[in-house]
């Protein structure tokens, strides 16, 4: 599997930290530009709301001032409604968004009106609520929507008290009409689903450009409530009555408490502002994609030598020592290939001569006669040569990988720790041990071990190499000059004796101990011939237990007595013998007590004036 340079990894974090302040900059400038865009969006919806307000604030004003005028009329003051004033005729043509004015008595009677129809003229409006508003009113008042029976349509009433000439108190009311009122709102051109709305200061509806004569008078208080609860200052964007989310803004009417809304969709009012930030995130990602592409580029282009150096250094690695880096870039890196390339030379040929050096060093080793092993910590062979083998008789599968403790069996079955001591950290060398071994088909050899601890290059103890040579033949002769030695020490010693002690009984009793403490005697005892018996007088060793009081027959015709010392007696010459029992059969009622073990009896005639028998 391919893995990413270190190096290049490096160089893009290095670009990436240069690019990321540009980076937070085009995201802050795009984020900028969606919130200009926002803003001029919710100014454009403000402009729609605060033209409404100024077209009813004008319409207003104009019907305030009209009031006042008809009011001073003397044709309109005398209440009379066979006197109505001319300047009613015509009012409705004159004013678009007029749809009748009307002359009320104090009792709400009609006294003259502008239409007398489409609809019949009712003969009061005492009743009507409109009616009752204005009468409780100390001036000017604006009356909630409503129905006009006279003109047919949907008006509001603003009216005026009156004095009458002869005391009484009327009203004079203009009736706007609201779809004219509305329809005059369509120069404006707004998207479809627009909604253009004048709501009094109680939440009702006094005109809308949607769902006109469904929507007139209807009362859209608590929807208005949320709606400034979520946008306190007065523009934002929320559901309306039919559920369609509208960007909206309103703008205060100065008179009545009435407020003009425009509300928008917001679909229709962001698309602008949503195409331009969309704009600007593509150009912004376009940009930062071919930045992005082109630190790759050149990042990669200034690893690839490199990584021709680290593709070299792995298949090295990986065992083909020819491998070498091609990079004909004669920059730092060129240099450092060229460096690297003479590098491997080097190595190549020390390689060579270590391998050299060990096929001597594995040929010195089949060819010396000597036990050759390699151990581990764990005290496993990992190494032998076939010397070993034939030594021990074992195949080479039974040595390398076994502990090197269940192999080497010393003569009393317990296994040398000398490997195991040899190997304990801090110990500069190995000693040279001498142990006695068998080998598969039950002989002994005696080894000399010549061991080097091996270590790894922190110092640590990784092994063992052991050389072991065979000092069998060489330890044999030693004991038997040894013994020899000290055989004739013995004789010596006793020669000694018979010149230095006069009395028998004491000479005996020395020539018995030297046999036994420089000898190599476990018992020796000195018999007297008395008739045909003989009878110890002297022994050295454990023999007090059995020998004393006893005497030994000397008729040899008798088979119980045909031992040792009854032999040597009557052929006058020395009788030895080999791996006999405890005891001579010579002493057949003796009981088998002594702990000596004897593995040879010699019985030695001397002359002497008493026949003294020799027995060790």
């Not at 100024?54 to 009031?67: F, N, R, S």
């Not at 009702?204 to 608590?222: A, N, Q, W, Y």
């Not at 679909?267 to 992005?292: I, K, P, Q, T």
């Not at 092993?373 to 076994?402: A, P, S």
Request: proline share 5%.
């Amino acid at each position: 599997m391919r893995r990413t340079s270190t190096l290049f990894r490096h160089l893009l974090l290095v670009a990436l930290a240069a690019a990321l302040p540009l980076l937070v900059l085009l995201a802050f400038n795009v984020q900028q530009q969606a919130d200009n865009a926002e803003r001029s969006a919710y100014r454009s919806v403000s402009n729609v709301a605060v033209a409404i307000a100024a077209d009813v604030e004008g319409l207003i004003a104009g019907t305030a001032q009209y009031l006042t005028f008809l009011s001073r009329q003397p044709l309109v003051r005398a209440l009379d409604r066979d006197r109505c004033d001319p300047l009613l005729v015509g009012a409705t043509q004159r004013r678009q968004s007029v749809a009748n004015v009307l002359v009320l008595d104090g009792a709400g009677v009609p006294v003259c009106s502008s239409l007398h129809g489409p609809g019949p003229v009712p003969d009061t409006f005492a009743a009507a609520p409109w009616y009752e508003h204005a009468l409780r009113a100390n001036g000017a008042a604006m009356s909630k929507p409503f129905f006009a029976p006279i003109a047919g349509k949907y008006v509001v009433a603003m009216t005026l008290p009156v004095s009458g000439d002869g005391g009484g108190r009327g009203l004079v009311a203009v009736l706007f009409d609201l779809d004219a009122l509305r329809q005059q709102w369509d120069r404006y051109s707004l998207p479809t689903q627009s909604r253009l709305s004048v709501i009094d200061a109680d939440g009702s509806i006094i005109v809308s450009t949607l769902d006109f004569e469904k929507l007139v008078g209807h009362d859209v208080g608590p929807v208005l409530a949320t709606a400034l609860q979520r946008n306190p200052a007065g523009i934002g964007v929320a559901k309306g009555v039919d559920g369609i989310e509208r960007a909206f803004a309103r703008a205060s009417i100065n008179q009545f408490g009435w407020y003009a809304y425009a509300a928008i969709p917001a679909e229709s009012v962001f698309a602008a502002a949503r195409d331009e930030s969309r704009r600007n995130v593509v150009v912004g990602s376009v940009a930062v994609l071919a930045a992005a592409i082109l630190t790759v580029l050149l990042a990669r282009r200034a690893t690839t030598p490199l990584q021709a150096l680290v593709r070299t250094a792995r298949s090295v690695v990986a065992g083909d020592s020819t491998a070498r880096a091609r990079v004909t870039d004669r920059s730092e890196f060129g240099e450092l290939a060229d460096a690297f390339n003479a590098m491997l030379d080097r190595i190549g040929a020390a390689q060579l001569q270590l391998r050299e050096s060990e096929r001597r060093y594995a040929d010195f080793l089949a060819e010396i006669a000597m036990v050759s092993l390699m151990i581990d910590r764990e005290r496993r062979v990992t190494q032998c040569n076939d010397y070993t083998l034939r030594v021990f008789g074992l195949g080479r599968d039974e040595i390398v990988g076994h502990r090197i403790d269940g192999l080497l069996v010393s003569v009393d079955d317990a296994a040398p720790d000398f490997f195991g001591e040899a190997m304990r950290d801090g110990v500069d060398s190995a000693a040279t041990i001498e142990s006695e071994v068998r080998t598969r088909d039950g002989r002994t050899i005696c080894l000399r071990w010549h061991n080097t601890v091996l270590r790894a290059v922190d110092g640590s103890v990784v092994g063992l190499a052991c050389l072991g040579e065979d000092v069998t033949a060489a330890r044999v002769a030693a004991r038997r000059e040894r013994r020899q030695l000290e055989f004739y020490a013995a004789l010596s010693k006793t020669n000694g004796a018979i010149v230095r002690i006069g009395d028998d009984a004491e000479l005996f009793s020395e020539i018995c101990r030297i046999c036994v403490d420089h000898g190599h005697a476990s018992i020796a005892y000195i018999s007297v011939v008395d008739g045909d018996r003989a009878r110890p007088v002297a022994w050295a060793g454990p023999a007090q237990r059995f020998l004393a009081g006893t005497t030994l027959a000397l008729d040899e015709s008798r088979p119980a007595n045909q031992g040792m010392t009854a032999r040597a007696i009557a052929s006058g010459r020395r009788a030895a013998t080999c791996g006999v029992p405890p005891w001579p059969r010579a002493i057949p009622t003796l009981p088998v007590t002594s702990s000596a073990e004897v593995r040879a009896r010699l019985s030695r005639p001397r002359s002497h004036p008493i026949r003294t028998p020799l027995t060790a």
